[in-house]
Every structure is written in structure tokens, then in C-alpha cells.
């Protein structure tokens, strides 16, 4: 799959882009793994609804070795050439995948953040693509354009509590409020298989799913030419205990392999 140079200017300037299309040869695999991570979560997986909140918000990730549905799509799929076009990047190597399914009438919205301060990884060539594998309207992901350029990160939190994830928040600028700030969100409509580009550092959120079907959402974080490892304050999310990298080396390939 090609992608134009409009479309990398694009993503180079708003740090994220619509890929039409990109998985939707692979909506049936992607959901049978879906079925199969939900009936067997791995150790990752999470319940994010409190007390008053109605519906059900599961995610999951770092499951692509263990399911083998989703990693024929990461070996398999077009992913790893669109994300080399996007970054300008020679080389992609495999960072993670997250499953995110809101069931009908989940009031609980995901919050308003960054990936990259919960990642140990730094990098301007970096790409998530996010993918829904029901039609989306309302439910669909949110991106504050430009937010990937802002000069500081913005304070990763527990989606939970709300709380600082590192002990150091001073470090980081406060969670804002796009809607009310007036910040410029792109969001788009997605039919299965379509996916959102975005870079590590843009600000991206959801709402809940007030429809009357899941919305169930497959996602592949990906690493370029100048991703390089990064010491964080704290455990990182996702963590990959025992990695043994340090300051400045690319991520080891026998954990994150080379997939171009």
C-alpha cells in the first residue's frame, strides 16, 4: 500500500493522518483475535469502568506473540510499509498491540494523553496505527493536531485515579481540555480496517459508546531509524520486565523484531 505526500506532510505536521483501508483485509482475523484475547486475557488486561459507569471498557496488549490471529497481522499486513512511509524511516521494528473494546452503552471515555511518557521509548520516527473493527461515528479516536510538536509532555496519569504514573509530575505539563481550550481535534467516521496514523506524542482520547454496538479497536505501535531506548522515573506501561536495554540503544530485536 502506497500513501501520498500529502498524506506524510500531513502527519509530519498534525502527527496524525487517516489510512483508508489500511487492515480491512484482515477484519476478520483481527476480530477472531479479539474473541480469543477477551476469553483469555493476558497479564496486562484491564476492566476501566468505576463505580456509576455503565457498559464495559476492556483493554489489553502485548499479546501479538501469544495470539496467533494478531500476529500474522503484524508480520503480514501492509502496517509496517505504510508506517516506514509516514516516518521517512528505512527500518519499523515491532513496539507493542492493544486491544480496546467498548461495549454498547459504555459511558466511560478514555482519557485525554500522550503514549509516549509511559513509553521507555524516544524518537521522532514513531507511529501507532489505530484501527476499529466495527464502524465508528461518535466512538471514534480523537487527535489534538500539532500536539506531537508541543515543547513539553504532557503528565501521564492512572486512567482510574487520575493520579501522576511517575513521581515527578512537575516534570510534565497538566492533562488540558482540548474542547474547551478550542485546540483544533481531528477525528474522522471509520469503517472497519481503517486506521488513524499517530505519533507517540499526540494528545488522543475518546469518547464512551452510546451506540447499540461494540466498538471493538486494534492497535500497532511501531519504532523507526532514530527510536532509541529511554530511562523513565518509574515502571513503565507496557513494562517488559528483565528487558535489559540501556540509555540510548535501539530496542533488542530478539524482543521487538525488525518487520522491514
Known sequence: MQVSAEQVADYQRDGVVLIKGLL????????????????????????????????????DYCNWERIPEFGRVVRESAAAGVAAQLMGSARVQMFHDHVLVKEPGTSRATPWHQDGPYYFVEGQQVVSFWSPMDAVKEASLRCVAGSHLWPREVMPTRWMTETSFYPDPEKYMAVPDPDAEGMRILEWQMEPGDAVAFHYRTLHGARGNAAGARRRAFS???????????????????????HGMVAGQRLREDWFPVLL
Do not use: C, H, K, Q
Open 24 to 59: 480491512a483485509d484482515w477484519v476478520d482475523v483481527i476480530r477472531a483475535g479479539i474473541d480469543r484475547n477477551m476469553a483469555a486475557p493476558g497479564p496486562y488486561a484491564a476492566e476501566n469502568n468505576r463505580p456509576g459507569d455503565t457498559g464495559r471498557f476492556f483493554d
Open 220 to 242: 500497532l505501535r511501531l519504532v523507526g531509524d532514530d527510536a532509541r531506548y529511554v530511562e523513565r522515573p518509574g515502571r513503565t506501561s507496557p513494562p517488559f520486565p528483565g
